[in-house]
């Protein structure tokens, strides 16, 4: 199995900055891309940011020019530094791996989720 555990959530004023943290571990797995997506109560899931592997990335248009996805490989690490943050950024945020393992199928995994609320 893969697990993804995200973190660096929390509450924040409007402008200000967090950054989130994924770690995967487990199973060995290739992977064909990264992502970060977020929900808010009574919305649809959206994309937010993805990494492929090769290091193209992609970006929300409401997001661009201030969040910024990254990866550390050597850490299993996948992080979304996101700055000049606003309320209507508030929602639990997922990161996901698509990628496979052994000879099985490529399939998504998903992480449990962390909060941001942006306030004032």
């Known amino acids: 199995q893969v697990q993804l555990v995200e973190s660096g959530g929390g509450l924040v004023q409007p402008g200000g900055s967090l950054k989130l943290s994924c770690v995967a571990s487990?199973?060995?797995?290739?992977?064909?891309?990264t992502a970060w997506h977020r929900q808010a109560p009574g919305k649809q899931r959206e994309l937010v940011a993805r990494?492929?592997?090769?290091?193209?990335?992609d970006y929300a248009d409401s997001v661009k020019g201030r969040f910024a996805i990254s990866r550390d490989n050597n850490k299993n690490t996948l992080y979304l530094q996101m700055n000049a943050l606003k309320p209507e950024d508030t929602a639990i945020y997922y990161c996901?791996?698509?990628?496979?393992?052994?000879?099985?199928?490529?399939?998504?995994?998903w992480g449990q989720g962390t909060q941001v609320t942006v306030s004032s």
């Open positions: 996901s791996v698509e990628g496979r393992t052994g000879l099985r199928p490529l399939e998504n995994y």
């Open positions: 487990g199973s060995p797995i290739i992977i064909s891309s």
């Open positions: 990494i492929t592997r090769a290091g193209l990335t």
